[in-house]
Structure formats: C-alpha cells, structure tokens
C-alpha cells in the first residue's frame, strides 16, 4: 500500500508538470500570437475610422492567464480520473473470475478456510491489494477464528465500507481542483474589471477599446472557468458511479460465491 501511495504521488506530479509544459508551450506558441494579431487587426481598423465588430474566436477567448491556468488544473484533474478510472476497471475485472471455486452444494467449514486462501495469496501482488481479494481474505481468516458466519458477513461489510470511504478520500484533490477552477475565473474577472475601471478616462475621452478589451477579460475568464468546471464535474460524477457499482458488486459477489457456502459444525 505505501508503495502504491508513492506512486500515485508521484504521477500526479508528473502530470501536473506535463501538463504545465504542455498547455503553455501551446499558449506561447499559437493561443497567444493568433489572438494578438486578431485584436491588432481590429484595432488598426478602428484606428482608420472603420466600423469593426468585435470578434469572440476561440483564441481571443482563451488568451489571457486564468484561463491558461484553468487548462492545466482540467488536464491535472483529468489525468488523476484517468488513473482512478484504469483501476476501477482493472478490479471490476476480477469480478469475473472464479476467485472462490465452491462447487455447487458444497459447504465450506472454518478448517476448509486455509485451502482457499491459498488461491488468493497466489494471486500477482498488484492484485491481492484489489478490494475483492482483500475482502475474501479478510473474510476467510475471520471464518477461520471466529466461526461465526455473521462476523464474517459484518466484516465483509464493514471492508467495503471503509474502501468506499478511502475512494472517496482519494478525490479530495480532484474536488479541490473542481473548485479552484471557477475561483480562478472569478479572480480574472476582478482584475478585468479593475483594469477597465482604470481606463475609464479614456473612454471618456471617446477611446473605448483599453475598457472592451479589460472587460472582454473579465467575461471571458469566467465563462471559460465555468464550462471547465462542468467538464470535471461530469467526469467526476461518472467516476464515482463506477466506484460505488464496484464496491457493490463486490459485496454481491462475496454473498455469491462465499457467504452461502459456509456452514459451522454443529457441536
């Protein structure tokens, strides 16, 4: 487990670092340039008396730094689902594999626990720290030493309870970042506004382009910080959902292929 922590610590910090590199590399290199030469066409325009109507393209929208920012936090957040997401199918995976080999009308007896354990301890050691091995361990060696069936059905509940509680954990930062995406709009907004207020007196002086182009910031960053954050909050909800259908297949599994089968000798 702390070797898995290490290594999911370490992606995510690899990812992050790819996905600085990668989105401004972007920005320098086409975002930027495109949306300046757009708004210094408009301007030469304006400049010469002409009528321009301001132009919204994509570049123009994306241009200035929140929005940059608010990119990389999607990209960080999606590439933290994105390996939650490849777990979660890897163990769904193992639901379809006859871990328990009970035969039908069978009845497994506390002394019979050792001999299925034995299947699961050879599984791959990146799989034994799946949630499904881990409970039907846990359940067998609680058969073995308190041979009550109810204890194990309460341990196996109480085991995937606590899974449920540690996937839930594990994306505190991805909601963390769902929520510093729009905070970061919102502050590219205040400094569009207090820039446009700055440049009131021109506009009274007739020059109105400083105050559309400040408060062309302020819009743009918030609604482009607005549409990021519903991206993440889909991909959020549709990762939980796996999540959750995982530990509750999990649980119907157990009850399947373990609870049914065991019996205590009567004394």
């Known amino acids: 487990m702390p070797?898995?922590?290490n290594n999911e610590f370490l992606y995510q910090v690899f990812a992050l670092l790819l996905a600085v590199i990668v989105v401004h590399g972007v920005y320098i290199g086409l975002i930027r340039p495109t949306a300046e030469a757009q708004l210094a066409a408009q301007a030469a325009l304006q400049a010469a008396g002409e009528a321009v109507e301001a132009q919204r393209t994509l570049a123009i929208v994306i241009r200035d730094f929140e929005q940059e920012a608010c990119f990389i936090l999607l990209f960080w957040a999606l590439a933290i689902m994105g390996l939650?997401?490849?777990r979660t199918r890897l163990e769904q995976g193992m639901l379809g594999r006859n871990l328990m080999d009970v035969p039908t009308g069978t009845s497994l007896l506390p002394q019979d626990s050792r001999d299925y354990a034995r299947a699961l301890e050879a599984l791959p050691e990146e799989e034994q720290d799946f949630l499904l091995p881990r409970a039907l361990m846990n359940a067998l060696?609680?058969?073995a030493t308190t041979q009550s069936i109810p204890a194990v059905s309460e341990s196996v509940r109480e085991q995937c309870d606590i899974e449920a509680d540690r996937l839930d954990s594990e994306l505190s930062m991805v909601r963390y970042i769902s929520w510093a995406i729009p905070s970061i709009g919102f502050i590219g907004t205040v400094r569009g506004i207090g820039d446009a207020l700055g440049q009131a007196y021109k506009a009274v002086e007739g020059d109105i382009s400083g105050v559309t182009v400040s408060l062309g910031v302020a819009f743009n960053s918030t609604f482009v910080a607005l549409v990021l954050s519903i991206i993440i909050m889909f991909a959020l909800?549709?990762?939980?959902?796996?999540q959750e259908r995982l530990v509750l297949?999990?649980?119907r599994y157990i009850d399947r292929k373990l609870l049914r089968h065991l019996a205590?000798?009567?004394s």
């Open 3 to 5: 070797l898995r922590i």
């Open 264 to 266: 205590v000798p009567r």
């Open 249 to 251: 297949s999990t649980q």
């Open 84 to 86: 939650k997401a490849h």
């Open 237 to 242: 909800h549709q990762l939980q959902l796996s």
């Open 141 to 143: 060696q609680r058969f």
